[in-house]
T-cell receptor
Framework: KQEVTQIPAALSVPEGENLVLNCSFTDSAIYNLQWFRQDPGKGLTSLLLIQSSQREQTSGRLNASLDKSSGRSTLYIAASQPGDSATYLC????????????FGKGTRLSVIA | DTAVSQTPKYLVTQMGNDKSIKCEQNLGHDTMYWYKQDSKKFLKIMFSYNNKELIINETVPNRFSPKSPDKAHLNLHINSLELGDSAVYFCASNPGLGNYNEQFFGPGTRLTVL
């Protein structure tokens, strides 16, 4: 049974810092891994999806990596801004096609101006 | 042009009532899901449907009955609401084929049972 863990649970950084959010999963036979952002009281916004055959994906200041053998993914945020403050969720797809995501409990990020 | 929409956004009701939440996606996806986010913000799958057919039911009480009239819609009906049903319910969809299966989520329905 897949379990996804995110560390740390909360993180506070000053504006401008580069930071890394960590995600680990127990079953390395994942098909893809998706990172989301959730603002308070809002829905989930998809940030990046990494397929099982990929090592990393980039979008703007965000870079996500995937190491299936070690069961880890990281989300790197460059030059953080107060607008990046949100909860970041990592989720692993248990299989291909129409299989649901298994979520971590998230990292709550605060970027202080 | 909302990709995945849900109604209502907020739902406050008394214990024992029956209520429904509606979800629609205009992405042409084959697969739709219901997830529940509890008070500790943990998201868990409840159901998944592919082309109107139930694929996964994650040991959800049978008071919860999803219905998919067509592949663009997935509704959730809840009978005899209990206090523990209070949560945010998210609908999601994805293409349902292949590895590139990015899931898109609706804005959520915050259900409060009094």
């Amino acid at each position: 049974k897949q379990e996804v863990t995110q560390i740390p649970a909360a993180l506070s950084v000053p504006e401008g810092e580069n930071l890394v959010l960590n995600c680990s999963f127990t079953d390395s036979a994942i098909y893809n891994l998706q990172w989301f952002r959730q603002d308070p009281g809002k829905g989930l916004t998809s940030l990046l999806l990494i397929q099982s055959s990929q090592r990393e994906q980039t979008s703007g200041r965000l870079n996500a990596s995937l190491d299936k053998s070690s069961g880890r993914s990281t989300l790197y945020i460059a030059a953080s801004q107060p607008g990046d403050s949100a909860t970041y969720l990592c989720a692993a797809a248990r299989g291909s096609g129409n299989t649901p995501l298994v979520f971590g409990k998230g990292t709550r990020l605060s970027v202080i101006a | 042009d909302t990709a995945v929409s849900q109604t209502p956004k907020y739902l406050v009701t008394q214990m024992g009532n029956d209520k429904s939440i509606k979800c629609e996606q205009n992405l042409g996806h084959d697969t739709m899901y219901w997830y529940k986010q509890d008070s500790k913000k943990f998201l868990k799958i409840m159901f998944s449907y592919n082309n109107k057919e139930l694929i996964i039911n994650e040991t959800v009480p049978n008071r919860f009955s999803p219905k998919s009239p067509d592949k663009a819609h997935l509704n959730l009906h809840i009978n005899s609401l209990e206090l523990g049903d209070s949560a945010v319910y998210f609908c999601a969809s994805n293409p349902g084929l292949g590895n590139y299966n990015e899931q898109f989520f609706g804005p959520g329905t915050r259900l409060t049972v009094l």
